[in-house]
Each structure stands twice: as C-alpha cells, then as structure tokens.
C-alpha cells in the first residue's frame, strides 16, 4: 500500500537588536491508505514533530514554534546573571517573612502569657488563628492541645510557653510531608515541571525564579512557554530565560495550541540534553471548565514522551478562602504535587499554609518574599514558625 507525505517547510532566521531568533513554519498534509508510522511522522524536526498532539487531540494545524537562544548575541542582549544557590534561602529571607507574620504571633504569645488563661482567653486565641486563615479544624486542634499542655506544665514563662507554642505550630504545618522539588533527570529524559494558576498570582515569575533557582543549583533549564492567550507572558518568560541563560520555546503566533508548545518544549529538551523543563500555562479564570480541559490536555500530550515530575499550582498567599477555592478547582483537573505561595511578605496571614495543605492533602514547596529576582525560596517549616513566634 502507498503512503503520499507531502511536507513544505519555511525557516526564517530574523535578526533583531535583541538577538537571532529561528521560526520554523511546518505545513504538512497526508494521504494514507494505511496506518500512518508514527516513527516515520516523529523522525523529522521538532517542529514536524509538534503536529503530533494537535492531530491526537482532534485540533488543527500546529502552531509557529520560536526557539529563542539562551545567550542571544548582540550588543544589546542582556547580561548573563550567575543566580545564588536555594540552599538556606528561607533562612536569609526570615528578617521579610517576619514583618509580616510576628504580629500574629505576638497576640498569642501575649494571650498566652495571661495571668488568668480562661475560656474566654482561649476562645480569642482560636479566633486569632481563625482569622489567620488557618481554618477552623485545625485551629481548634492546635488550641485543644495548647491548653492541655500549658495546664500540665502550669508555666507562664515567656520563654517556656513559646516554646509551646512553636511546638504546635511546627505540628500543624507539618515538619513530616515530603518537600522535595523532583528535578531529576529520567536517563536520557529531563525532568519536566508544569506550572498552574489563575493569572494575578505571579505564575510566570515564579517559573522564570524557580529556573535562577535550578541554575544556581547547576541545573540546566529550558522553558516553556505555553501560555499562548497572554502575550506579555512569553515576553515575560523569555527575558527570565535571557537573563539566566536559559532557552525559551514560545509559540510563534498568539492563541496557539499550548499542548503543541509544550510538547515542542519537552522534544527540544530531550534533543538538547537538558536536565530541567519547566513549563508555563495559561492562567485564565478558574472557573471556567474551557481552561481545566486544556490543562489536563497539556499533561496528557508530555506525558507520551516524557514524565511529568512536578504540577505546581501557585496560589496568592494573601487571598485566603478564595485562594483555597482556586485549589480545589485546579487539584480536580491535573494532580498537583505541590503548592506555591507567593506574597508571603505582604498582608498575607501565615495560617494558609496549614490550610491549603489540609485541603490538598499536599506540601507548600515554594514560598515568595518578596519581587526580587531571588526572593523565590523552599519551604522550610521550623524557619517559617520561627518567624511566627521569634527564636
């Protein structure tokens, strides 16, 4: 039986002040009297490659895919930046998290502290952490087990009943769960990160820190840039990716496929032998089932050539119910591994990192403090509940 492929190609190099970027235009139509070999259709370039999950997934033609370089050459291209390791971050970042986080824990110590603890002082000391955005549940277990052991041991010690109140406190955010960024290569495969949220929650920024994170670990990064309805994201994206000598795969018109970008970004990652690939999606409203299918498209198209290791869902520290709200929505569309706080130095209340990790049944991995280009940091709870309650 005969097989017809007729494939045309157009490459266009376009040099700018900002460097040379390849655009690979692939256009390709069949006419089969057999089943297609599929060695055959993925034994071409990255790009022809990138017709693959348009086709499974019934969409149309694959999107212009741009590879844009890791050190674009020129005059003007921005200089490559040698990032610290993450390492000890949250440590150095403790001074930021505590502004923001001592107040609560200065009223509970000075309730605590209280000549004469009642039931009223102790319905103020739920209520505090209630507010704290802790939830309920858990509030009322860490003040049940607070009380009894604040009776037994019958101290109004500053320094003795903070330390009980730090005992609680690391019990509750869980010095147990497993916080490891799974960044590890499978063989001749990267590792792969996807990276979810509603937009407003620092989603892009996150994955361009979280890529100064891996290379100053000595990981080499690719990114992804498969939020294709907001522009500005790829731009965002790949100034990170400049900046830090990592490349960016974007698509070359807006309203692309994303699963075509991100299957384009796994392929160039596995062709280049990079160790990290980490990619950005689209971050519209969550309440919208259009933006959920997509998401659980994306996993599906990567997960044919490669393992997806982390599903980060980055959520605003400082949104507190609704940011809980958002969870529950993306953990029912792609099974997220971890959780990314970001504003955790503003007005945010500390008590949402128990919560979210309550409703999920998941770890906080990642922290923000702060816009800085290093303020990205792992989770580490005794330094966090140490900013809570000094120490």
Sequence with gaps: MEQLIIILA?????????GTTLLVRTRARHRLTRAPDRTALRGGTTAAASAAPDLAEGGSAPPDVVVSPAHPPGPSAPEVEKPPPSAGRLVRL???LARSQSALGGVLLGLLSRDRLDDETWDEIEETLITADMGVTPARQLVEELRTEVKVAGTRDAEEVRSLLRAQLVVQVGVDLDRTLHTTRHGDR???????????????SVCGKLARALIGDGESVLLGAADTFRAAAADQLQT???????????AGRDG??????????V?????????VVIVDTAGRLHTKAGLMDELGKIKRVISRHATVDEVLLVL??????????QARVFAEAVDVTGIVLTKLDGTAKGGIVVAVQRELGVPVKLVGLGEGP????????????DAIVGG
Excluded: C, H, M, Y
Aim: net charge negative.
């Design 10 to 18: 157009v490459v266009v190099v376009v040099v700018g002040g900002g």
């Design 267 to 275: 392929n160039q990652g596995i062709e280049r032998g990079v160790d």
């Design 316 to 325: 605003d520290a400082t949104t507190g119910q609704n940011g809980l709200r």
């Design 256 to 265: 692309a496929d994303p699963a075509s970008v991100a299957f384009d970004a």
């Design 190 to 204: 990267p590792a792969i990160v996807l990276v979810v949220g509603v937009n407003g929650t620092g989603k892009t």
């Design 94 to 96: 403790r001074g930021r």
């Design 374 to 385: 290093d303020d990205l940091a792992p989770f580490e709870p005794d330094a966090f509940v």
């Design 240 to 250: 990170w990716g400049e900046r830090v000598g990592a490349q960016v795969v974007r």
